[in-house]
């Protein structure tokens, strides 16, 4: 069997038991190896196969052989597999072969960064990857675009790298069209692990804030607040 596993944001701690439990069945665990490396000290008997960044398929095709070879084998997300992990490649990568694969969800950084916030995704929200490695920037700024009009909370993932420094600039620019610039926002840095940070703000400061690869930023609707410090998005009951 090929589980495709999401860890959660953290280490153990953060991750579901039906999660620890099916790696604690599997004899090779296959990943990232930022991941790798949050997991490792807890699952001590284990055969682990990691790869850098950018090495998602080689590891992937390398998981689905071994699967097939018969070793229970996990590969594991960060966060949940299906949410720019890597569930969808394996599922591609197996299209005409018979490997069993299961899919053992596990708890996004969307979910945990809003718990350390408050509650901003407490209605309608629209998740965007501002990275434009796999996605055409121009499909990335409509999407900003149309959910900013829409009057969604908006979830950024992979807000900046070294390469894209600016990017949550540019993605704060599109939406200041559609939106107040005193929308509340947030941003959650390494949830779950050592340094975990989570900084409530607003839009024209948010701007010019620096934010890393390991970071998730919130961007409130015309209704989000900021109650005592917490970013709260009413439903509307008071
Ligand atoms: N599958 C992951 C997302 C992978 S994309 C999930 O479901 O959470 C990588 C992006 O996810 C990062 O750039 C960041 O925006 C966000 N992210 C993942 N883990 C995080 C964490 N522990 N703390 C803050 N942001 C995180």
């Known amino acids: 069997m090929l589980y495709i596993v999401g860890i959660g944001p953290g280490g153990v701690d953060t991750m579901t038991e039906e999660a620890a439990s099916v790696l604690n069945s599997c004899s090779l665990i ?5 991941y790798v490396d949050l997991i490792k000290e807890s699952f001590k008997n284990k055969e682990f196969y990691s790869t850098p960044m950018k090495g998602e398929k080689e590891r992937c095709i390398y998981a689905v052989e071994q699967a ?3 070793v229970n084998t996990a590969i594991i997300s960060g966060g949940d597999s299906g949410i720019y992990g890597m569930a969808s490649l394996v599922y591609e990568l197996c299209e005409n072969r018979d490997t069993q694969i ?6 996004t950084a ?4 809003a718990s350390l916030l408050g509650a901003p995704i407490a209605h309608d929200f629209a998740v965007i990857s501002l ?8 499909l990335i700024e409509k999407r900003l675009r149309l959910a900013a009009q829409a009057d969604m909370v908006i979830v950024l993932y992979n807000p900046s790298s070294q390469r894209r420094a600016d990017y949550l600039q540019r993605a704060c ?6 939106r107040d610039i005193n929308t509340v926002c947030g941003y959650a840095h390494n949830i779950g692990r050592e340094g975990e940070k989570a900084v409530v703000t607003d839009l024209d400061r948010l701007m010019d ?3 890393d690869m390991f970071t998730t ?12 410090g917490k970013m709260v998005t009413p439903r509307g009951y008071v």
């Open 30 to 34: 296959v990943g990232y190896t930022l």
């Open 110 to 113: 969307a979910v945990s960064g």
């Open 68 to 70: 097939e070879k018969g």
């Open 209 to 211: 804030t620096q934010v």
């Open 217 to 228: 930023v919130f961007i409130g609707n015309s209704a989000t607040r900021n109650i005592k």
């Open 131 to 138: 990275s434009d490695l796999l996605t055409p920037f121009e």
């Open 102 to 107: 299961r899919v053992i969800p596990g708890m």
């Open 173 to 178: 620019r599109i939406i200041k069209n559609a």
